[in-house]
C-alpha cells in the first residue's frame, strides 16, 4: 500500500468505514499521513480498525441527521475541523437479495438450456415502502446529510474535500436493483450539483462509481451470478477494495485540484463514460 504521506495530518472522515471498501480506504488515508473517523453501526468493527490506524471509532446510523451532527460534533472536538469526507456507507438490498438471486439463477439456467428466459424478476412489484425507504436513507440521504454537516465546517474555512461513492448501477440501472440504482444515480446527481455551488469556496465535490467489487456485498449475489457477470468485464476479474481506495486518496489529494463534480468509474472496463 502507497504512503507518500500526502494528506498528512489532514482530517478524514469515512462513513461505512469498518469493512469492505469503507475499510481499505481508511488504511489508505491513513497511510498517507490522515488522521481518519471511523464512522459505523458496527461499534467493534470501527473500534478495532481505528486502534490498527490510530484514528476515531464513532458508532452512528448515518441515516439519521441528528446523529450524525452529533458524531460530528464529537470528531471535530476530537480530532479539529474535518478536511476530507468520504461519504461510503451504503447497502446493496433490503428483503428483496434472496428472492432476486434466485429469480436471476433461473433465468440463467434457462438461457444455458438454449431457450428465452420466461422467470421474471418482478422485483419492482414486490417491493415494499420499507424496503425502499431504507435503501435510500441509507445511501442518499445519508450522503446529503453528512455533506451538509461538512460544509458547515469547510464552507467559512474555505477548503475540503467531498467524495461520494455511487456505483455503477446508478449509471446503468442494475436488474433486479430498482431503488439502489434509484439512490446510487441520486448520488451521482447530488455530487455534480452541489459541486458546482461550492467550488467558490475552494471544495471539490467528486464520486466514484465502482462496478464489481470483491467485498462481501458482492459475494452476497452469489456465485452463480457472480460466474455469469464477471465474462462481461473486460478486464476479466473483481475490482478490489484497495484499487478503489486508491482512487479515493488521488481524489482527496491536491493532484485532483481541477476534478469538480466528476464521477470516476473504477470498474475494469465494464462501465465507461
Not at 11 to 25: P, Y
Request: proline fraction near 4%; charged fraction near 20%; aromatic fraction near 4%.
Amino acid at each position: 500500500m502507497a504512503g507518500d504521506r500526502s494528506l498528512q495530518d489532514r482530517v478524514a472522515v469515512v462513513t461505512g468505514g469498518a469493512s469492505g471498501i469503507g475499510e481499505a480506504i481508511c488504511l489508505r488515508l491513513a497511510a498517507e499521513g490522515a488522521r481518519v473517523a471511523v464512522l459505523d453501526v458496527d461499534t467493534a468493527g470501527a473500534q478495532a480498525l481505528a486502534d490498527r490506524i490510530q484514528g476515531l471509532a464513532l458508532t452512528v446510523d448515518v441515516s439519521d441527521s441528528g446523529a450524525v451532527d452529533s458524531a460530528f460534533d464529537e470528531l471535530e472536538a476530537t480530532l479539529g475541523p474535518v478536511e476530507i469526507l468520504v461519504n461510503n456507507a451504503g447497502i446493496a438490498t433490503e428483503g428483496n437479495q434472496d428472492r432476486v438471486r434466485e429469480r436471476i439463477e433461473q433465468q440463467l439456467a434457462e438461457l444455458a438450456s438454449g431457450q428465452a428466459p420466461t422467470t421474471t424478476l418482478d422485483a419492482t412489484v414486490r417491493m415494499t415502502d420499507e424496503e425502499w425507504n431504507r435503501i435510500i436513507a441509507v445511501n442518499l440521504s445519508s450522503v446529503f446529510f453528512c455533506t451538509r454537516r461538512a460544509l458547515r465546517t469547510m464552507q467559512p474555512r474555505r477548503t475540503g474535500v467531498i467524495i461520494n461513492m455511487g456505483s455503477i448501477c446508478g449509471i446503468e440501472g442494475c436488474t433486479g436493483h430498482p431503488h439502489y440504482s434509484a439512490a446510487k444515480g441520486g448520488v451521482l446527481a447530488f455530487t455534480r450539483a452541489v459541486a458546482k455551488e461550492v467550488i467558490a469556496h475552494n471544495i471539490r465535490v467528486n464520486a466514484l462509481a465502482p462496478g464489481f467489487i470483491d467485498t462481501p456485498m458482492a459475494r452476497a449475489a452469489g456465485d452463480v451470478v457472480l460466474g455469469a457477470f464477471v465474462p462481461m468485464i473486460p478486464q476479466g476479474r473483481l475490482g478490489t477494495p484497495d484499487e478503489v481506495a486508491a482512487a479515493v486518496a488521488f481524489l482527496a489529494s491536491d493532484d485532483a485540484s481541477y476534478f469538480v463534480g466528476e464521477t470516476m468509474t473504477p470498474s475494469g472496463g465494464f462501465t465507461t463514460v
